[in-house]
C-alpha cells in the first residue's frame, strides 16, 4: 500500500459525522478489504464488523453472487433511466419482487438510490397524496425524538437527534417530534410495557388535537430506532400509536432503512411490530451494501390518490438521474434471491435466541444498565448504577470508549446516543462466530470497567 493514504486523508477527504479537527491529530481508520463478516484495516487487522458498516452489509464482504450479478448487468446495458415510460428489466423485476415479499397492503414501488432520499421521497408522496385530496392543509409530519431518518433537508428535519442538525438550520419542514418509546428510561415504576404504550398514544393524542389534526398528514418510525440508540418499541406500542392515527386519518410510514430484510427476524420490522403502515422506506439491505439504492413502498390507496394528483398536474414531477440504476436493481435482486434461497428470515430466527441470551448475560455485567434487542440487532446501554440507572457525564463518553476497547479486541460496535453500544452484525453470521462477537463484547466491557474502578 502507498504510505500516504492517512497523510492524503487528512488533507483531503471531508469526512462525514466526524470532528474535523479531531480528525487532524486521529489517523483514519482505512479498510482496505473483507471476506465473510470480516475486514481488514490497513495495519493488517482483521475485524468482526459488528455493525455491518453501517447497519447494512447483511451479505458480508465477498459474495461472488452479487459480484457477477453487477458484472454481467455492466455488460449488458450499464445506465437507463425510468422517467417519461422508460424502463429496465432490473427495475421491473426488482419492484415486482420487493411488492411480493412487502406486507400484503403494499402494492407499487418506487426507486430511489438512499435511505435519506426513501424518506425525502416518501415525504414528497404524502404531501402530494393530500393536495391530490384537496386537503393542503394536511401537511405536518410527525417524528419521534431520537429518530434517526437520514441527512437530506427534509429527511435530517425529522430525524430527532441534536448533532444532526446542529449548524445546519434544521428542521426545515413542518415537523413535531414526540417522545422515543424507551421503557427502560421512561417507563413509570410499576407500569407495564402495555400501559406505558397506552400513555404515549395518550400524549400523542393530546398532541395532535393540539395541532390540529386537519394539519397533519403522516407519523414516521422506524419499527426499531437505530441510530438513536436501539430503541425497541414497547408491548403494543404500534397497535396504540396506529389506532390514533387511523381516527385522525394520518398515514403511517414505518422508515424500514435499517429493520427491513430480515433483521428483526421477519422480513419487515413492521411484521415484528405488528405495523401496518401506508407506506415503507427502504434501502440498505436491500443491495447488501454492496451498490446504493433504496425505494418507497406504497399502498393502492396511496398510489390512486397519486395517480389522480398526476393528472391534475400533468405528471407525477419527481424523480433522480440514478433512481432503479439498472447495475443496483441488479445487485438488489441477486441480494433479494440469496436471501430466499438461503432462508435468511430462519437463520436469522434461527441465531435470535443466541443474540437476545448473550445481551442478557451481558446485560448482568456491572457497566449495563440493559441489554436490549431482537432478531440480530441490539445494544447494551451502560450505567453508572444498576439501581439508579444513573448514567456517566455524557462527556466521558463511556460507550465510545468501550468501542474503541472493543477495537483493539477486533469487533467493530458503534457508539450510540444515551451511552448505549450497538451491535448489528452481518445477517450470514453462524452461532461461532456470534459467540466470538460476545466473548470480543465482554472482554472490552471488563477493560473499560478496570478503568473506571
Ligand atoms: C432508519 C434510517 N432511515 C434513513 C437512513 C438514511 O439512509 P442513508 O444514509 O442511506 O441516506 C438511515 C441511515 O442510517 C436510517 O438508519
Known amino acids: 500500500m502507498r504510505n500516504s493514504y492517512v497523510e492524503s486523508d487528512k488533507q483531503y477527504v471531508l469526512h462525514p459525522y466526524t470532528n474535523l479537527s479531531a480528525h487532524q491529530t486521529l489517523d483514519p481508520f482505512i479498510i482496505t478489504h473483507g471476506e465473510g463478516i470480516y475486514v481488514w484495516d490497513d495495519k493488517g487487522n482483521k475485524l468482526i464488523e459488528g455493525m455491518s458498516g453501517l447497519w447494512c452489509a447483511s451479505l458480508g464482504f465477498s459474495e461472488q453472487r452479487l459480484t457477477e450479478a453487477a458484472t454481467r448487468q455492466m455488460q449488458k446495458l450499464p445506465y437507463s433511466h425510468l422517467f417519461s415510460h422508460r424502463s429496465t428489466e432490473p427495475a421491473i423485476e426488482l419492484s415486482e419482487k420487493l411488492v411480493s415479499i412487502a406486507p400484503d397492503n403494499m402494492a407499487r414501488a418506487f426507486l430511489v438510490n438512499s435511505g435519506s432520499e426513501a424518506v425525502d421521497m416518501a415525504i414528497k408522496m404524502v404531501w402530494y397524496y393530500n393536495n391530490a385530496l384537496g386537503r393542503p392543509k394536511k401537511k405536518k409530519i410527525i417524528a419521534r425524538k431520537r429518530a434517526y431518518h437520514g441527512i437530506t433537508v427534509a429527511a435530517g428535519s425529522l430525524t430527532g437527534l441534536p448533532y444532526v442538525q446542529d449548524g445546519f438550520d434544521l428542521p426545515a419542514i413542518p415537523v413535531m417530534h414526540t417522545a422515543t418509546p424507551h421503557y427502560y428510561r421512561e417507563g413509570l415504576p410499576g407500569e407495564s410495557e402495555d400501559d406505558y404504550s397506552t400513555r404515549l398514544a395518550t400524549i400523542l393524542e393530546t398532541e395532535i388535537q393540539a395541532e390540529d389534526p386537519d394539519t397533519i398528514a403522516a407519523f414516521i418510525a422506524e419499527p426499531i430506532m437505530g441510530a438513536g440508540g436501539v430503541i425497541v418499541p414497547p408491548a403494543g406500542y404500534f397497535e396504540k400509536i396506529q389506532a390514533v392515527l387511523k381516527k385522525h386519518d ?184 456470534l459467540a466470538l462477537v460476545f466473548d470480543r463484547l465482554e472482554a472490552a466491557l471488563n477493560d473499560m470497567h478496570q478503568l473506571l474502578v
Open 250 to 433: 394520518i398515514l403511517l410510514i414505518c422508515d424500514e432503512v435499517i429493520c427491513g430484510f430480515a433483521r428483526t427476524g421477519e422480513m419487515f420490522g413492521s411484521t415484528t411490530f405488528n405495523a401496518q403502515p401506508d407506506l415503507m422506506t427502504v434501502a440498505k439491505q436491500l443491495s447488501s451494501a454492496y451498490l446504493p439504492i433504496g425505494g418507497v413502498l406504497l399502498t393502492e390507496a396511496v398510489y390512486e390518490a397519486m395517480q389522480k394528483g398526476s393528472d391534475q398536474y400533468g405528471m407525477f414531477g419527481t424523480g433522480n438521474t440514478y433512481g432503479g440504476h439498472p447495475v443496483a436493481a441488479a445487485v438488489a435482486v441477486e441480494t433479494l434471491n440469496i436471501y430466499q434461497e438461503r432462508d435468511i428470515v430462519n437463520h436469522v430466527k434461527g441465531l435470535s435466541g443466541q443474540f437476545q441470551a448473550g445481551l442478557e448475560r451481558l446485560a448482568e455485567h456491572p457497566l449495563v444498565g440493559q441489554g436490549r434487542g431482537a432478531g440480530l440487532i441490539g445494544a447494551l446501554e451502560i450505567v453508572r448504577n444498576k439501581e439508579t440507572k444513573e448514567q456517566y457525564p455524557a462527556g466521558d463518553k463511556v460507550a465510545a470508549q468501550i468501542a474503541n476497547f472493543a477495537r483493539n479486541h477486533n469487533l467493530i460496535l458503534r457508539p450510540t446516543p444515551g451511552d448505549s453500544v450497538a451491535l448489528c452484525p452481518p445477517l450470514i453470521i453462524d452461532d461461532k462466530e
